[in-house]
């Protein structure tokens, strides 16, 4: 405990104390044991000599403590903000005083029944009472003993925060440009005030537009006067006369003082808008993150440009959803994904799979060369900060227990939440210049007769994704924020970009990434849906599927002789040439496409699903003519059948059914004969049904060997004819 006492310390008692406000020390003297004390009160009173050694006692007694006085709002001005007229009043008491504090008075003020005397006969030579020259020396120590005590005091002054009671008319008088005297505005009563708070209330619970709307419906509802005549039966409301009214300046005085501006804000805008966009700011996102995996934010926002097929350049697609994973501490973008499926788990699942995955790959399957160093990030989190649309639910839960993931979920409508990488989608707009772009969405409402955008759609989904992954690279790379820099990364001269702040908390062992098992990974975060084991083999998504390992030909005979199985089927919707079934050891098994589904290779799982829907689909046009067909179709069916029925009941000639059935062979072979002579063009021209005669040479050298048998054929075909 420090005992020392100097000059202008400040004690303030406790219990056991001989004074009882605080007071302030304006002169010791440590060989004669003495110490002279003022009180701190807003009437100060003469300053008394108290022992020195009785003091410390007291501090080591703890009966009284050395405390720091607030210094009063006068005193709180610099030298330029003083007026000109108050430092005139300072210097004058000043000049009142400084005889009795320099000079040849020295510390004889102090000593006692000598400051009296002292004062009476200065204020003589000076012309001035001696109460003023007691107050001005008890302000002068009280406060420190500096000149600026001696500023006047109108702080206080005004009665601030009281009102005041008018008693006449009051306020400027009112402008008029005609001969009638102008009223004065009224002198409000409490009723008034209360009116008007009530009133005010209105605009400020959001129920009525402006602050005029709030006037007008007061004076509807309190100062009228209800009547009514024999041509109107009903009551109307009547305003009472000018000069009973509080003017519109009354109101909107008289309403702000009832209501502060803050307040009003924060009701008008309700509680969500009021945290989102009003509150005060406690710090910042990177508050309490240790280093790179520590905490990653995900978001997914829908890109402002509208897409093409990579089918056809004709389909217009729509916008694509774009995904970002983003690591607070370095900013850096650890992970990205582009689909056409909206903002949802399903989405947020394949953003958070590419964020811990190597992304050479990655690149490379876009059309993108790079090497691992130049996206150093493939690691789990120990944290993720989310939505509550992409992460509620039993599925996203699962990374928590599966993956030793902790999910920190925004409350709705509380983006500023995660607003670093709600701030990254500005960023990327930028740099991929995607309004700028042939199908982008233009950030002012189209107006009418302009051309619509969508029409211009030009890019398609690769196009766009290998454009946003540029995009990221140049964020990673170049992107500079110094003031995430600490001392530690200033001093080892880390340049203040997201990539080498990364690499700087990895090396230095601030990054704590989240190990596990990549095949644990994948069991979690791969999309999951329905396929079924057939004799062909995998089928999923209109696709077949064969074993890489080629030792599931069981499995396909088993689905040949007892039905289709159904199977859950683990992929990834970026590249869905490949997928993974669960064995029975529960270890997954890679499935790869067939040869015959070459048309699916090199497509997102989202294109290939819209080709096979706007390759199944027909136009209203052709289906109608295709009905039109099948009629005229089926009217041919039916009047050929209607006209050989005809022929055969005309030619029928009475017999048995077993003739008819006897002679099902020769008649076959004579109408081989007779096709193949007229397919020669040797056949008889005309009716087919009754062939005309052949002659014996014409036979023999058709047929060759076998005209004998023809010959014969023939002869008793002809007989029967004739009968």
């Not at 202008?8 to 004074?19: C, L, Q, S």
């Not at 000149?147 to 008319?169: C, D, H, I, V, W």
């Not at 002789?561 to 669960?582: F, I, N, S």
């Amino acid at each position: 405990m420090d005992l020392s006492i100097r000059i202008n310390h400040v004690f303030t008692p406790h219990d056991g104390a001989p004074f009882d406000s605080p007071c302030r020390v304006i002169w010791l003297d440590p060989g004669a044991d003495a110490v002279v004390l003022i009180s701190i009160d807003k009437v100060p009173k003469q300053p008394w000599l108290y022992d020195l050694s009785a003091l410390v006692q007291l501090v080591r007694e703890v009966k009284v403590s050395r405390v720091e006085l607030k210094m009063p709002e006068f005193m709180m001005a610099l030298e330029d903000e003083i007026p000109p007229k108050y430092k005139a009043m300072r210097d004058a008491n000043w000049e009142r005083i400084r005889p009795l504090l320099e000079g040849r008075y020295d510390d004889r003020i102090f000593q006692p029944r000598i400051m009296g005397a002292l004062i009476q006969s200065h204020g003589q030579r000076i012309n001035v009472e001696r109460r003023t020259i007691y107050r001005l020396l008890y302000r002068y120590w009280m406060f420190g003993a500096i000149r600026n005590a001696l500023l006047p005091q109108y702080t206080n002054s005004g009665a601030k925060g009281q009102e005041r009671a008018f008693t006449g008319p009051h306020g400027r008088p009112p402008r008029s440009i005609t001969t009638d005297k102008p009223h004065r505005a009224k002198s409000l009563s409490e009723e008034d005030k209360t009116i008007i708070r009530i009133g005010y209330a209105l605009y400020r619970d959001s129920k009525v537009k402006t602050i005029t709307d709030a006037y007008t419906r007061t004076l509807r509802r309190y100062y009228c006067e209800a009547i009514t005549t024999p041509d109107f039966p009903e009551p109307e409301p009547l305003l009472k006369p000018l000069q009973e009214l509080p003017t519109m300046r009354q109101f909107d005085y008289w309403g702000k003082k009832a209501f502060d501006d803050i307040t009003v804000l924060r009701s008008r805008k309700g509680e969500m808008k009021w945290a989102k966009d009003h509150r005060a700011l406690r710090g910042r996102a990177g508050d309490g993150i240790f280093g790179p995996c520590h905490r990653f934010e995900i978001d997914a926002t829908i890109a402002d440009i509208y897409l093409v097929s990579r089918y056809n350049r004709n389909w217009i697609i729509g916008r694509p959803v774009v995904y970002v994973v983003i690591d607070v501490f370095s900013r850096m973008i650890a992970g990205l994904y582009i689909g056409l499926e909206g903002p949802s788990w399903e989405g947020a699942r394949q953003a958070l799979l590419n964020a811990f995955s190597d992304k050479a790959p990655f690149c490379a399957a876009n059309g993108i060369a790079i090497e691992p160093d130049d996206w150093p990030c493939a690691h789990l989190p120990q944290e993720i900060c989310a939505d509550r649309g992409e992460m509620l639910g039993l599925a996203a839960e699962s990374i928590v227990s599966g993956l030793g993931i902790t999910l920190a979920i925004a409350p709705p409508y509380r983006p500023d939440w995660k607003g670093i990488v709600e701030s990254r989608f500005r960023l990327l707009n930028q740099l991929s210049q995607v309004h700028w772009t042939p199908g982008g969405v233009a950030e002012r409402i189209k107006e009418r007769g302009d051309r619509d955008y969508r029409l211009d759609a030009t890019l398609d989904l690769g196009e766009f994704t290998q454009i946003m992954i540029k995009s990221v690279l140049h964020h990673n790379h170049y992107r500079e924020q110094p003031d995430l820099l600490n001392q530690d990364m200033i001093q080892s001269e880390v340049q203040p970009t997201p990539q080498a702040m990364w690499n700087w908390g990895i090396d230095h062992g601030f990054g704590t990434p989240n190990e596990q098992a990549r095949e644990l990974v994948y069991l979690h975060l791969m999309a999951r849906s329905s396929g079924t084991v057939q004799a062909g083999g995998l089928h999923f998504e209109g696709m077949y599927y064969a074993s890489a390992d080629h030792n599931d030909e069981v499995r396909y005979s088993r689905a040949r002789a007892k039905g289709r199985e159904k199977v859950d089927v683990w992929y990834h919707p970026t590249d869905p040439t490949t997928v993974w079934l669960r064995t029975a050891d529960k270890s997954l098994a890679r499935y790869v496409l067939r040869n015959t589904e070459e048309r699916y290779v090199g497509h997102r799982l989202e294109e290939i699903q819209d080709m096979l829907v706007l390759t199944s689909h027909t136009p209203p046009e052709r289906k109608y003519s295709a009905l039109a067909s099948k009629v005229q179709l089926d009217a041919h069916i039916q009047a050929t059948i209607a006209g050989a029925t005809a022929d055969k009941r005309n030619s029928d000639i009475p017999t048995t059914k077993a003739a008819k059935l006897a002679d099902i062979r020769s008649n076959r072979a004579a109408e081989r004969v007779t096709e193949r002579m007229r397919a020669a063009g040797k056949g008889p021209a005309g009716d087919s049904s009754r062939p005309r005669p052949v002659s014996t040479e014409q036979t023999a050298e058709s047929f060759g060997e076998r005209s004998g048998e023809v010959i014969s054929i023939l002869s008793r075909l002809s007989r029967k004819n004739n009968e």
